[in-house]
């Protein structure tokens, strides 16, 4: 069964400091992982996508990282924001099957002043 | 920008009274979905077309129904709501089977009384 496991479930940080999220998968055959932004009560607000050939996508502060080989991803943001604060949902589509994209639970990233 | 289109964005109504929640996108995207995601919480597929007269249920059970006439359009139906259907309400489209330019539209947040 295809599964995005994401962690940390919460992170809460001070401004202008650095995170990492992280993103582990088991889905199969690889297409392409996407990180979307997701603000309370908003869609989610694609960040990156990375296909197998891709190992690093940035996106102003954001900079996702793929391993294809263990099937890790992370997302890292730099200097961080109060407007940073949102959910990060981690989102694998496969070559084959249904082709629905499987998603991760997402971390709730807080950034405090 | 995403060019898919969600209306209203808030929604309170009494119990047993029939809802449609409109989704309308302008990319001519052939794949669309609707997703229930309650505060807090994942996100649950609960409807997906393929293209116009297809339509399939996802992976959350769920009393509502959708069409899919119109390639751009893609309403999603309550016959008669109840509280346990206040939730928000996420429609996306996708370029391919893939999910290249998977966009979300900003969401319906309904509440039954």
């Known amino acids: 069964k295809n599964q995005v496991e994401q962690s940390p479930q919460s992170l809460i940080i001070l401004e202008g400091k650095n995170c990492t999220l992280q993103c582990n998968y088991t889905v199969s055959p690889f297409s392409n992982l996407r990180w979307y932004k997701q603000d309370t009560g908003r869609g989610p607000v694609s960040l990156t996508i990375?296909?197998?050939?891709?190992n690093t996508k940035s996106n102003g502060r954001y900079t996702a990282t793929l391993d294809a080989d263990t099937k890790q991803s992370s997302l890292h943001i730099t200097a961080s924001q109060l407007s940073d604060s949102a959910s990060y949902i981690c989102?694998?589509?496969?070559?084959?099957?249904?082709?629905?994209?499987?998603f991760g639970r997402g971390t709730s990233l807080i950034v405090h002043p | 920008e995403a060019d898919i289109y969600q209306t209203p964005r808030y929604l309170v109504i009494g119990t047993g009274k029939k809802i449609t929640l409109e989704c309308s996108q302008t990319m001519g995207h052939d794949k669309m979905y609707w997703y229930q995601q309650d505060p807090g919480m994942e996100l649950h597929l609960i409807h997906y077309?393929?293209?116009?007269?297809?339509?399939e249920k996802g992976d959350l059970s769920s009393e509502s129904t959708v069409s899919r006439i119109r390639t751009e359009h893609f309403p999603l139906t309550l016959e008669s709501a109840r509280p346990s259907h206040t939730s928000q309400y996420l429609c996306?489209?996708?370029?391919?089977?893939?999910?290249?330019?998977?966009?979300f539209g900003s969401g319906t947040r309904l509440t039954v009384v």
């Open positions: 077309s393929y293209g116009v007269n297809s339509t």
């Open positions: 990375m296909t197998f050939s891709e």
């Open positions: 989102v694998v589509s496969a070559t084959g099957g249904s082709y629905i994209p499987t």
């Open positions: 996306a489209s996708s370029r391919d089977v893939y999910n290249y330019g998977y966009t």
